[in-house]
């Protein structure tokens, strides 16, 4: 990871609920601020362990949102005006994000936005890619009736959203709408261990994809993304373990296609 520190400005004060906190897997996809949000920024007044889940929280859903460029630097002192709070709730969500690898801590410099080469970016797709097809293939031979017509109801919603003519809220909206889609293939494999892993991976892959450089790249690709999320359920549906896992993984390593368009 490389890249010299830039300035540029962060997010407008007092924009902390702009959008829905998204920590874990987003079940809701209200593009208003949810009561997740508007908890979290109300337990910014408030002290102890919620204080510092709340700035945390904050600060991971604009870094998957990508409301901050790849190698610009983090104030803690700004943040800490801005939140409202002492240095400490600031300093320790950034070692949380350092360790998430969202961000860099640099001796003597401070806290800055994680950059990564285009190697890195895409080892990290093809090796995420591997992982989400091999939990789609599981999936496919564990999925219940009543998880499929989940899946299939998130997949409508997808697909209504491609006729909305903001490409904000296309592409917000379909952040949301995807990891929902994806988490209900997790349920269906029925592996904890699995579904924690995959967590992680799909936290770091929002950011990468909302810190490149072609902004909202989904906004435009949203037809496509579809296509490929049909073709996926349809194998699900089916119960073919190979075509689950294929198209998974097809779907999964194509995204950096997008994102470098």
Do not use: C
């Amino acid at each position: 990871m490389s890249g010299q520190l830039s300035t540029s400005p962060g997010p407008r004060p007092g924009a902390l609920s702009e959008r829905p906190t998204t920590s874990g897997y987003a079940r809701g996809v209200s593009l208003e601020p949810s009561d997740a949000a508007s908890n979290a920024v109300a337990a910014l007044h408030r002290g102890g362990s919620r204080l510092n889940h709340a700035v945390y929280d904050q600060l991971k859903e604009r870094l998957m949102e990508g409301r901050y460029a790849a190698g610009e630097r983090l104030s803690t002192e700004a943040l800490r005006t801005e939140f409202g709070v002492s240095k400490q709730p600031v300093m320790e969500a950034m070692r949380r994000l350092a360790g998430d690898g969202l961000i860099e801590i640099v001796p003597q410099v401070g806290s800055r936005v994680a950059t990564f080469t285009p190697s890195e970016v895409s080892d990290f797709f093809v090796m995420f890619g591997g992982f989400e097809g091999t939990i789609a293939g599981i999936a496919a031979l564990r999925r219940t009736d009543r998880q499929l017509g989940e899946l299939e109801n998130i997949s409508a919603q997808i697909g209504a959203l491609r006729s909305s003519p903001d490409t904000d809220d296309r592409a917000h909206g379909y952040r949301l709408l995807n990891r929902r889609f994806h988490h209900a293939i997790h349920d269906m494999a029925h592996s904890r261990i699995m579904a924690d892993t995959s967590r992680r991976m799909w936290d770091l892959s929002d950011f990468l994809i909302n810190t490149a450089d072609v902004p909202q790249p989904f906004s435009a690709a949203l037809d496509d993304r579809h296509a490929d999320h049909e073709r996926i359920r349809r194998a699900l549906h089916a119960g073919d373990q190979d075509a689950a896992r294929a198209e998974m993984e097809q779907h999964i390593v194509g995204t950096v296609d997008v994102i470098r368009a």
